[in-house]
C-alpha cells in the first residue's frame, strides 16, 4: 500500500493507493498531527505495512509526523521524502531545487492528465498560479496571499474590519455589489485572487486548460467558471498532490 501525503501550512492531506476518500487535517486543529499519524499507523496495520511518500513545504509539522507515526507503527510505516528527482518533469527556473515540492508534484500530475500547454492553480494558504509550457515543462509561475491570508491581513491592519471564516461556506458574497461588511470583505478577496489568475493566464499566453487544486479550489474554480473572461477549461481536483504522490511510479 501506497499514501500519499501532502504537508502544507494549512493541512495535512493523506491519500492511500485507490480508497475513494482523502482525508484532510487542518494542521490549526488541536491534535492534528496525531489524528494523521493515527490514520497511517491504522492503513498500516489493515494493509500490513505501507509506504507513506510526503511532499511537503511545512517541515516542522512532516518531521513532527513522522516522529509520530513511528512512535505507534515504527516498523510498518517506511517514509520517502519526494524531491524533484523524484518527478520525471523538466524545470526551469532560475533555482529548480528551491520550487516548492508541492507546486512540482501538483505540475507533473495535472500535465499526466491533461494536454499541455495548461496552468495549475493550488489555492492554500498562499495561491500559487504555475505554468507547464507545451513541452511539459516546467516553468515557474506566481504566488498570491490566499483568502485566509488576506482575510487575516484585513483584520489585523484595520480596527473595525472582521475576520471572516472561509471554511464556514457562507454565500453572503453573492450579492453584487456587497450589502454589508462582511460580503464586501468576502467579494472583494475571492475578486482579487481570481482577478490575479485570470491576468496571470493571459500572460501566461492564454493556455487553454487550468487546473485548479488545493484547500480553497472549489470556491475559487467556481468563480473562475462563472466568469465572463475565463475562456479556457477549468479542471477541478482539489486532492491532486497526495492523489498523485500515492500514483507515482519511483
Known amino acids: 500500500m501506497i499514501a500519499g501525503i501532502d504537508v502544507g501550512n494549512t493541512a495535512i492531506k493523506i491519500a492511500a493507493g485507490t480508497e475513494a476518500d482523502v482525508d484532510m ?33 511545512n517541515r516542522t509539522a512532516a518531521a513532527r509526523l513522522i516522529e509520530a507515526t513511528q512512535t505507534l507503527e ?3 510505516v517506511r517514509f520517502r521524502q519526494i524531491t524533484r528527482d523524484d518527478l520525471p518533469i523538466s524545470v526551469a527556473t532560475d533555482h529548480p531545487n528551491r ?8 505540475a507533473f500530475g495535472a500535465s499526466s492528465g491533461y494536454e499541455t500547454p495548461l496552468v495549475i492553480v ?19 509561475g506566481a504566488i ?21 471564516d472561509w471554511q464556514s461556506n457562507s454565500q453572503d458574497f453573492m450579492t453584487r455589489p ?23 493566464v493571459r500572460l ?23 466568469s465572463p473572461a475565463a ?14 504522490l500515492a500514483a507515482l511510479s519511483l
Do not use: F, W
Open 25 to 57: 487535517l487542518r494542521v490549526a486543529e488541536a491534535e492534528t498531527l496525531q489524528k494523521a499519524a493515527g490514520k497511517l499507523a491504522d492503513l498500516a496495520r489493515r494493509h500490513d505495512s505501507i509506504e507513506a511518500r510526503v511532499a511537503s513545504v
Open 178 to 200: 456587497a450589502t454589508n461588511t462582511a460580503s464586501a470583505i468576502r467579494l472583494g478577496i475571492l475578486s482579487s485572487v481570481t482577478g490575479g489568475i485570470e491576468r496571470l
Open 99 to 106: 520550487v516548492g515540492i508541492d507546486r512540482l508534484v501538483g
Open 231 to 244: 475562456d479556457y477549461e477549468i479542471h477541478h481536483h482539489p486532492h491532486l498532490v497526495c492523489r498523485t
Open 122 to 140: 493550488d489555492a492554500g494558504t498562499t495561491v500559487t498560479v504555475d505554468l507547464v509550457d507545451a513541452d511539459g515543462t516546467y516553468r515557474g
Open 74 to 76: 515504527p516498523d510498518r
Open 144 to 164: 498570491i496571499p490566499g483568502l485566509e491570508m488576506q482575510t487575516a491581513a484585513l483584520a489585523s491592519g484595520t480596527d473595525a474590519l472582521p475576520h471572516l
Open 204 to 226: 501566461y499566453g492564454q493556455p487553454q486548460r487550468v487546473v485548479v487544486t488545493g484547500g480553497d479550489s472549489e470556491l475559487i474554480a467556481a468563480t473562475l467558471q462563472e
